[in-house]
């Protein structure tokens, strides 16, 4: 089982993923791969509006420039692999990202030309999460 | 710690709350034994939640106080998250 996205002309690598309220309604999204981000995902504006989402608390982020961004953060599920996973998001005030703590324990390949093809696969063992 | 009797409070007056209550109340307990790990702060009261996974943290805040406003950072750094290969400098 995979997850599979594309590459954009514009060398952006996709991904379409469900995201849902907990126990709510759920909307299909893009997400934009960043291995940049060490968060599970992040969401755009727009995403938090269309789900109506609740923050449960806020907190802040440091971009490749060394600024610091003061945002929210939300409790949702992301559909992954068949299965619904909890997972916490950050809004970004940008696009939908999905993060590095996402992809924890699986394997990323990516064709890097457009069009090409992105597959996240999980690996068959992982060590468990630390920072 | 931070008054929140006037109901609604802007990401800035959390943000700048749940990180005066760590400089000044909680640093030198937590760094660096917990370094790297996520702290859930509630910033009326200034209890917190410290654990490697970030909802766990949060859940046991939540747990505590249901109407809590919280803060969410990570001990040892000046941020919860880097976006876009930010370096996460460890100088706070």
Redo the contacts between chains.
């Keep these: 089982m995979s997850i599979l996205g594309h590459v954009e002309d514009t060398g952006d690598s996709m991904v379409t993923l469900r995201v849902r309220v907990r126990g709510g309604s759920s909307l299909d999204m893009r997400f934009q791969v960043?291995t940049?981000?060490?968060?599970a995902i992040?969401l755009s504006s727009q995403a938090i509006q269309a789900l109506n989402l609740t923050e449960?608390?806020?907190?802040?982020?440091?971009?490749?420039?060394?600024s610091?961004t003061?945002?929210?953060?939300y409790?949702v599920d992301i559909e992954w692999l068949g299965a619904w996973r909890?997972?916490?998001a950050?809004g970004?005030g940008g696009g939908s990202?999905l993060?590095m703590q996402a992809l924890y324990g699986h394997r990323l390949v990516v064709d890097a030309i457009p069009g090409g093809r992105l597959e996240i696969t999980p690996l068959p063992a992982a060590p468990s999460?630390?920072? | 710690m931070a008054d929140t009797s006037n109901g609604h409070l802007t990401t800035d007056q959390v943000v700048d709350a749940g990180e005066k209550i760590y400089r000044e109340c909680l640093r030198d307990r937590l760094e660096p034994t917990h370094n790297g790990e996520c702290v859930v702060i509630e910033i009326q009261s200034g209890d917190y939640e410290v654990d490697a996974q970030e909802l766990a943290a949060l859940d046991r805040a939540r747990a505590r106080h249901p109407k809590g406003r919280f803060y969410l950072g990570r001990v040892g750094f000046p941020t919860l998250y880097r976006i876009g290969g930010g370096k996460l400098d460890p100088a706070r």
């Design positions: 960043d940049g981000f060490n968060g992040g449960v608390g806020r907190s802040s982020y440091v971009m490749a420039d060394g610091k003061r945002t929210a953060t409790d909890r997972v916490l950050v970004t990202l993060g999460e630390s920072r």
